[in-house]
């Protein structure tokens, strides 16, 4: 709901600030007072388009601020958020500048805005009623959406189902007739994924077998020049046994090396230390040799394993040429491919079954599709009833409401069991419409066509009543604030307190801001706010304010017509307010049993 509307430069307002509450909140105020500038105010701060002819004269702007308070999943806190806006706890405020030179601004949650994300903010938080904007019902969609909900958990259920068969049935389709199109690119990829799985399978690579490969290809074919090199090693570590003239070796150096030292390490600790380290020498010396003897009898030349090693080597180049950068690679894409191969090899099994699954998706969406029409024409004949009982309460008697539900034929449609054709949605096969036959033997025409003036206001309210609440009595989720501009155009009298009581039965669930000139309407609101004029003779201005007890009665005796400050006038205000009180009463308590009837 609203807590708080400022207003200033908007028209006579120079700056006022509406403090509103839960329930029925009215405006009243003179002609001319400005009364109609709040209502354009709330439209600004709601999206609509910025006139500045609105600016007040002087002003270089106009601002509209709102603060509302919302619960913290509801749909217009989360689009805010989405646009970046900051809440404190729900609690989000949002403003709309428009300079005198005709620019315009939107702020939401201390951020700035596109406009039109107030105007998205605004279809969850208000639905506007008065001559020129109905807001509620400009779309045929927002028509059927008032009947659903109406209809009550059954109907919400049936729609539910509808729209979770539907997205299956055309989810599947989709599928079906993808795989059905690319039938022949699905032949091309299978000769092409065969015939390079055949290629690699052919070869048979083996994990890591290029690396292992590539280090014995090089061995072998520097056979020759390993050997010579450990030979030439192995003969300066050890001797060659087979040189005419043996030449000086390592180990036999350090033999030569250790006799010197032998004769004196008794005398000295630190020379028979250099002694044990001759000693590990010779020792690593001699196992070096004998690994470097291992060596030479492991490198062999051989050139037919040479030649093996080169042509598989060759073979797994063709193949990391074309399936990845390594061995290991190709393994991977080949196992990749051979899923999809199985895949696309199966394809047309999935196609028989996905063409089974279409037609049972098909056949159930139809069938949950007419049950859903069928509650909403029973919904709908309640709902005309109701609303037509409503009107007769305001001053509308011979009106008469009709909802027509009619299905969409569609020649290229779905088939339905009886054979109908129509065109199907996730929403149903249904068109929703709602109807008003003004005067007995009018043809029945849409709400907004067929009511004039406050007809239209009054007509709105007793659909926003109804639909309030469920055949069965059950709140129906809404918007949280309706606006009603003029509802009491041309009603007087009994009718008078008739309106003001619907405003309260609706108020009872949802925050009502109602602009009206009736003392009647005023006398059932639960915060009465008062619009005033000043003018000192160059400048008009407006301001609001809050009044209750002895200010309030004023108010009311001024609206009747009598004198604000006579004890007559207040008298009958005192009586409207204690008559409005028990006509609330005797309202609710009937809008309530007729629900349950």
Known sequence: MFSQMRIRGVGVIDDAVLELSPGLNVLTGETGAGKTMVVSGLGLLLGERADSSLVRTGSESALVEGVVRLPLDHPALVRAEEAGADHDDGELVIARTIAAAGRSRAHVGGRTAPVSVLAELGEHLVAVHGQADQWR??????????????GGPELVALRDRVADLHDRWRESAREHDRLVSEARERAREIDSLTASLEEIEAVDPQPQEDVALRAEDERLAHADTLRLAAAQALADLSGDEYAAEPAPNVRDLIGSARAALAPATAH????????????EVGTLVTDLSADLTAYLDDVELDPDRLAFVQERRAALGVLTRKYGESVDEVLEWSGRMAARLDELVTADDRVERLGAEVAQLE???GEAAVALSDARRAAGDEFGTRVSEELAHLAMGKAVVHVDVRRRPDPEGVALADGERVRLSRHGIDDVEILLAANPGAAPRSVAKAASGGELSRVMLALEVVGSRTPSGEGVAGPPTFVFDEVDAGVGGRAALDVGARLAALAEHAQVIVVTHLAQVAAFADRHLVVHKADDGRITSSSVSVVDGDARLRELSRMMGGDPDSEAGLAHASDLLEQTGSVRGRATAAARGGARG
């Open 137 to 150: 019902l400009k779309q045929g969609e927002a028509h059927r959406a008032v009947l659903d909900d109406f």
């Open 268 to 279: 000295d600790e630190a020379l028979a230390g250099l002694d044990e380290r001759l000693h």
């Open 363 to 365: 056949s159930a969406v």
